[in-house]
């Protein structure tokens, strides 16, 4: 079976359909250097005048990138090379949706996770539903936020990209709209009718964008149910502020509210060295190119496949499942600022 599914029709749209919908559409390396390879093609086709994006089956667009592959990387220098070859392809293809030349229509209806962010932020138009969950998950397996989350996650109201790159909380559509990770909703049942005119559209024979504006028009509604990060804006920015892990954990604690206690918990899951790692990424994002946070984020990755604590969490989120990982830096105190400064050095393998 064909893991990505490319079409150009007569009318001027090409589709492209992440095809591995019992993984909900995680990303192996064989997909992205086909998607990247259909862009470059497309590019200079006449014959295509805009692209959509989108997952097959039920459960979602994508749930990032292939993961329990990655955690094979220990395994053998080899494995360790694939590994770092996944990224390489991975940041390559995000950073270029970024400019691409042509319309791109990501639909992002359902599970839109870690790298399917990464694969959807840069495109032109980004749909959500009502069925959209959207996360940066890294987090929850002793990772950290990547495919650029330091570049678009500051760009997010306040300090909630922090939130969200170090809590792992999952979105609904709304929200994904309220930090600019999308551009318009429409319903889940209206989806289809939507995207079937983006089919009958000849798209040759009129201006691409402002069709594009019109039918999208058509089919937007007000996002339902509401954006509830607006309401936790205030006491996010007051305890994502800070500089460090230590003060952000201790300001949650003095606000003394159910969201804070609970934030609160959901960072005490997390590895330390992932949450010290990522709260310095995001910090020294802020004044970064895009170019710049995929750079970064590629040394990260790379001292990641290194680190003890990423297979870890690996193996109790999606190996054994149990969900009680044994992390070597038990606790934020275990982490120096010497050992957070090595991730951010090119390793020498």
């Given at each position: 079976m064909n893991e990505v599914l490319c079409e150009v029709q007569s009318t001027g749209l090409a589709t492209i359909t992440l095809n591995r919908p019992k993984a909900i559409n995680s990303l192996t390396?064989?997909?992205?250097k086909e998607i990247h390879q259909k862009l470059k093609e497309w590019e200079t086709d006449e014959n295509v005048q805009l692209v959509l994006l989108q997952g097959a089956g039920e459960k979602g667009f994508c749930a990032g990138g292939d993961i329990k592959s990655l955690y094979e990387a220990r395994s053998s220098h080899q494995a360790y090379q694939h590994a770092v070859a996944f990224f390489e392809e991975e940041?390559?293809?995000?950073?270029?949706?970024?400019?691409?030349?042509?319309?791109?229509?990501?639909?992002l209806d359902g599970v839109v996770m870690g790298g399917?962010?990464?694969?959807?932020?840069?495109?032109r138009y980004r749909i959500v539903t009502d069925r959209t969950k959207w996360a940066m998950p890294e987090m929850n397996i002793g990772f950290f936020p990547d495919v650029g989350a330091a570049h678009f996650l500051n760009k997010a109201p306040g300090y909630i990209g922090r939130y969200l790159a170090l809590t792992a909380e999952v979105i609904p559509g709304a929200d994904t709209m309220y930090i600019h990770a999308a551009d318009t909703f429409i319903p889940s049942d209206k989806v289809t009718n939507f995207i079937g005119e983006l089919e009958r559209t000849n798209w040759g024979e009129v201006h691409v964008d402002n069709e594009l504006l019109h039918l999208i028009q058509q089919y937007s509604q007000e996002p339902s149910p509401r954006a509830t990060l607006p309401t936790y804006q205030k006491e996010i920015d007051e305890c994502f502020s800070h500089q460090r892990v230590e003060d952000i954990m201790d300001a949650l604690e003095k606000q003394g509210t159910e969201f804070a206690r609970k934030t609160r918990e959901q960072l005490l899951s997390k590895?330390?060295?992932?949450?010290?790692?990522?709260l310095k990424q995001l910090m020294e994002g802020e004044g970064a190119s895009r170019e710049e946070c995929f750079r970064t984020d590629l040394i990260l990755a790379k001292q990641f496949m290194h680190h003890e604590d990423f297979y870890e969490g690996v193996r109790s989120v999606l190996v054994d499942k149990d969900r009680t990982p044994n992390y070597i830096y038990q606790s934020l105190a275990?982490?120096?600022d010497e050992l957070v400064a090595s991730f951010f050095k090119p390793p020498h393998s």
């Open positions: 390396y064989g997909m992205l940041y390559e293809v995000d950073h270029y949706i970024y400019s691409y030349p042509k319309p791109i229509v990501a639909c399917g962010v990464g694969l959807s932020y840069g495109a590895s330390p060295a992932s949450l010290k790692v990522t275990d982490v120096s």
